[in-house]
């Protein structure tokens, strides 16, 4: 009998979260679920817990907390808060912390399980965005293995498997381009949150697809993966291809591509971020190639999804600005979805931001919060 | 000073010879040639002897062994016909053995370079269709690397790396449906020796580009595939893609597929197989995605292309009659390149030939030998 692997998901209601208890329950015999977190869906997690089993569950607030201890009996203890969090990561037996928290409330968690050389499942995009530099240089310290969970970032995992990465001369992060690829600079002023929600590949949370809709989510995973393979932005070109069939490649020195590809579906890497180096056999997905409709490829246009040249230049310019960029992003898409700003004013907030906000750089995690928290108040007031 | 791998190039006239000396000129650092053969084409061979500078030539037939001697002096020895080829295979001082003779000529020396533990740069397909099993064999007992360098197989390769083959669900081998993919089974009886020559993608010699028009060159390559990989054919699925940018695929148990791509250049597959399992940097091709048209995926036509069912059969049927199909297919070229057959008429060749022959299969290569020489005079009578 083989052990199976202990794991603790931070944000179990979520899209990564929901897509990763079907890969355990496929693989029970593999994976054993120690620990879930939610913030607000008391419903869906109170449900999990009764399948699952973990020991620990930790939920946005006290309230909640004492709601959801009644409803699930002696099941497990049930924690609350970013204190919570962060306990159930320091704490819980687990193998493999998944990161998928949305926003900047999965780093704190996320850096107790890399201090505790666990394994990261990482789908949080802030915990690299904004701390990339302090978050791999302390994985290295604690020998902690990061194996992203985004489609792309796992694409470009998978094809340098078994590569001499020195041999790289390019990453191709693919991009679906997103609801409004098709649509001119102009038309962008006035499209409606129903229609920035309408994703045409994946379905994702809130925020990833009005990310995905501004291409922030592409600026976003650049950044990533600037950190996550160590790259300079010389060596890392997003390129749309609207059918997200192709999850993203890599060049060669040689002039040979590599591509890694299929059906969209996330338990595929997530399955994948789970089992690595081994692969396990599932049949999630099931590519036709003579059904798919022809595979195409366009520049990106940098002046039309302003959010993606941010990026880029953020990218370059290092230190904090990720960090800001990455803080007003949250607010500028929390306002557009609340009806506060239009779709086109998105990059102007986080601009505006970029602008204000003046810290000096230190490679501490407390400078990072600390930066994250004044972008914040910034919008505030 | 790293010390050079010294290359021996059987067929350094055709397409895959020029191409090997291309890329062993880029890089004379890491390669130097110690041996050049040649069927006909004597004033080729002689710039690349000159340029060259091998310990030993090869050429078709006495007459013109001595024509070269005088024209190149004292550069290199001469040697001629099957058994020169042999005897260089045998004696000369090389790493790697470049086999890329076109037809079952190249089987002889190939298993000669094998059983001396070279590493076989394997072009030539008749070495693995006519013989594999005795060819993998003798690999493994001599601990001889065959490493493919057709585009297909190199991008099956090259995708396989730092992978478990026991994951692998079924390899995908592209094909480009050749200049006649979308003419029907009529009109192909009707296509002319000019229109069968002009293939859309790839610049080849007569004979693949003729196998390339029937698809018996994909159906060479499903055999090829399963012996170099060691696969069922299940395992194998042929797809065609008419933009032969994608050179193969390789599905896994988890339903992640990884490609390897590029634009068409045979240098690329060629230096991989000289420089495996390291990757040089190079320039020969350039891949720009946002100007390639749409990359699209068809099933192939087993009825219209009679040649790649049969394939498919004698891979199934296995024991000689890969070895019949192959002889009588080169035959069947043949007659139809000199016109006193119709295109559509190749298929039909094969088919008596297989109908005709019987031999009891021995894992000997006399046997292979012999039944390679009685489906030829078949025909010559």
Chains 1, 2 share one sequence.
Request: charged content about 25%; glycine content about 6%; hydrophobic content about 40%.
């Amino acid at each position: 009998m083989s052990q199976q692997k202990k794991i603790a998901i931070l944000g179990s209601t979520g899209s990564i979260g929901v897509n990763t208890l079907d890969v355990v329950e496929k693989f029970s015999d593999k994976f054993e679920i120690t620990a879930l977190t939610a913030n607000n869906n008391i419903d869906l997690i109170e449900a999990q817990i009764k399948k699952f089993k973990p020991s620990i569950a930790v939920i946005g607030e006290e309230e909640k907390a004492r709601k959801l201890s009644e409803k699930i009996g002696d099941i497990c203890s049930v924690l609350y808060g970013a204190k919570g969090l962060n306990e159930m990561a320091k704490e819980t037996d687990y193998d493999i912390l998944v990161s998928s928290l949305v926003g900047f409330a999965g780093l704190s968690p996320t850096i107790e399980g890399i201090k505790r050389g666990k394994r990261i499942a990482l789908a949080n995009k802030e915990t690299l965005v904004a701390a990339g530099e302090y978050v791999m240089k302390l994985a290295e310290k604690h020998n902690s293995e990061i194996i992203p969970v985004d489609s792309e970032h796992s694409a470009i995992f998978q094809t340098l498997v078994g590569e001499d990465r020195k041999n790289l001369r390019k990453i191709i992060l693919t991009a679906s381009g997103g609801p409004f690829f098709s649509k001119t600079a102009e038309e962008l002023k006035s499209v409606t949150i129903e229609e920035a929600l309408n994703h045409p590949n994946w379905s994702m949370g809130n925020k990833v697809t009005i990310d995905s809709a501004t291409m922030m989510n592409k600026g976003l995973e650049m950044i990533e993966a600037r950190w996550l393979f160590n790259l300079p932005k010389e060596k890392i070109e997003p390129l749309i291809h609207p059918q997200s069939i192709i999850h993203s490649m890599v060049e060669f020195n040689d002039g040979s591509i590599k591509a890694q590809l299929s059906m969209p579906d996330m338990r595929l890497p997530i399955q994948y971020a789970l089992s690595y180096p081994e692969r396990l056999p599932a049949q999630f997905v099931d590519t036709d190639f003579a059904k798919l409709s022809a595979l195409t490829f366009h520049k990106p246009d940098y002046e039309k999804f302003r959010c993606l040249q941010l990026a880029f230049d953020v990218m370059e310019q290092g230190g904090l600005k990720p960090c800001i960029m990455n803080a007003a992003n949250e607010i500028a898409v929390d306002k557009f979805l609340n009806g506060q700003i239009k779709f086109s004013e998105i990059p102007d907030v986080i601009e505006s931001a970029l602008e204000k906000i003046e810290m000096n750089f230190t490679d501490e995690l407390e400078t990072i919060f600390e930066c994250d928290r004044l972008t914040r108040e910034l919008f505030n007031q």
